[in-house]
């Protein structure tokens, strides 16, 4: 649980987030917005890299994954179906001496309430949905009802047939969707943890049932795999098997994926097995036929689903966790080369005698590929340092020997090891170095 070191090691993260642009606190000026986040320059480019890597493994590199973007806003009776106007709720207990809200099943309530330290101050367990409602159109009434998803799973159902006769898709094959989901929880926190406006990944394969055991231990292994791709260590990364209290409703199995975070090992992914709930309950809610006819079978059924759903900012607070490392001298941030918000620094050594001229033609020539940065200003030590912060793998310095032999300066962030490349190697260089 925290403690007072890991409470600063999260201090620290948030404040290097906010100095170096990684992620801001929503609407600053007006003092912010609880549970409310701004990726800054770094950031976007980290999410960004995290997004593409995600999809690159879930979409491009297989043939039997499509992917869909669907809206926000859908149908309030998909809500129905899927159960969330009924269930998906919290339950809420307030404390009656200073009015902190918890979820009780994230805290021990026959212990003193962790704000103000009074005994038996709890309220009874209260269900709180956590959909933010809206309206559509101009006239606010419960007719015009609209939520605001809090998942973006449903998106992929309600697609199911229609992804399948346009791609030509047959069992078993899924759908891959990232975007934005919003729950109004009552305890957001530890920094982009737990938001209220979020974006998730997910991706829902369907799969002939009987099968479903294969397919589940199959997605469990290969989610899990793209976690050392992403770079984290592995030893901060397990699984979790939800017990019989802990399963929902609909599903058959499910496991997370959790990492060590300074606060305690928590949830950054779940793989459950919903069976052909999702589907038989659009089946029943919408009136439409929601079966697969199988040619090899020679005969319908609703497919059975396995889902596995990510947080992409709780998946972006892990990287930079993960890669957050204080040494004697330096902050540093070990990103893998991959997801690095900026690959390459270049800097020349000084700013005269032709050099910023050289490495501008360097950075030219390597902008459009890759993010990269030209930084003339300050000692070059402190140039290098500036880059470890941000995470940026490769340094490149134009410096005297550039000029005599059209060599450079490689410099790893990581080991801070140089060496001389030739100039015109670079480009082939990165290319290899920065391979998903
Ligand atoms: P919890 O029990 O922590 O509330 P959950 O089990 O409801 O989470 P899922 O519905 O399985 O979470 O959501 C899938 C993923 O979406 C989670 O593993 C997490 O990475 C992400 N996620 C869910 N809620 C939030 C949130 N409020 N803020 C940020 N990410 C979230």
Redo the contacts with the bound molecule.
């Keep these: 649980m925290a403690n007072q070191s890991t409470n600063k090691l999260m201090d620290k993260i948030v404040s290097l987030a906010k100095r170096r642009g990684f992620i801001f606190q929503s609407s600053e000026i007006y003092g912010g917005l609880n549970s409310c986040y701004d990726y800054g320059p770094l950031g976007v480019e980290l999410k960004k890299n995290v997004k593409e890597l995600w999809w690159k493994s879930m979409v491009y590199e297989r043939d039997d994954v499509e992917g869909v973007d669907a809206s926000i806003l859908m149908h309030p009776r998909v809500w129905e179906a899927s159960g969330h106007v009924e269930g998906f709720t919290d339950p809420l207990i307030d404390c009656k001496i200073c009015k902190s809200r918890f979820r009780e099943d994230k805290i021990d309530t026959s212990k003193p309430c962790p704000v103000c330290g009074n005994r038996d101050s709890f309220t009874e367990a209260r269900s709180f949905n956590l959909m933010f409602k809206t309206f559509m159109g101009p006239v606010e009434d419960s007719a015009n009802v609209v939520y605001l998803r809090p998942?973006t799973a449903q998106g992929i159902f309600t697609n199911f047939h229609n992804v399948r006769e346009a791609a030509r898709q047959k069992l078993p094959f899924g759908i891959a969707q990232i975007g934005k989901a919003f729950?109004n929880?009552i305890t957001?926190g530890n920094f982009?943890?737990?938001?209220?406006e979020?974006e998730?990944m997910e991706m829902q394969f369907f799969v002939k049932p009987g099968e479903d055991e294969k397919w589940f231990e199959y997605w469990m292994q290969t989610r899990m795999n793209w976690y050392e791709r992403l770079g984290l260590k592995k030893s901060k990364l397990r699984f979790h098997e939800h017990g019989p209290d802990e399963l929902a409703h609909y599903a058959k199995a499910a496991f997370?994926i959790e990492y060590e975070f300074p606060f305690d090992w928590q949830?950054?992914?779940?793989i459950h097995n919903r069976t052909d709930f999702d589907l038989g309950r659009h089946a029943q809610y919408s009136g439409k036929n929601m079966n697969y006819f199988d040619e090899q079978a020679q005969g319908k059924y609703i497919p059975y689903v396995i889902e596995t759903?990510?947080?992409c900012?709780?998946?972006v607070l892990t990287t930079i966790i993960d890669a957050y490392e204080e040494e004697e001298e330096r902050v540093v941030m070990r990103f893998a080369p991959s997801i690095a918000p900026i690959k390459a620094a270049i800097l020349p050594l000084v700013k005269k005698d032709g050099m910023p001229e050289l490495a501008l033609k360097i950075r030219d020539d390597l902008q459009g590929n890759y993010r990269v940065f030209y930084d003339e200003s300050g000692a070059i030590g402190r140039r290098y340092r500036r880059q470890d912060e941000a995470g940026t793998p490769f340094c490149i310095t134009v410096d005297n020997e550039t000029m005599e032999n059209n060599t450079v300066t490689l410099r790893y962030r990581d080991s801070m090891k140089q060496e001389r490349i030739a100039a015109s190697q670079i480009k082939t260089y990165l290319a290899d170095k920065l391979k998903f």
């Design positions: 998942e729950r929880e957001p982009t943890f737990r938001t209220r979020f998730q997370d949830e950054i992914e779940g759903s990510i947080g900012d709780r998946s």
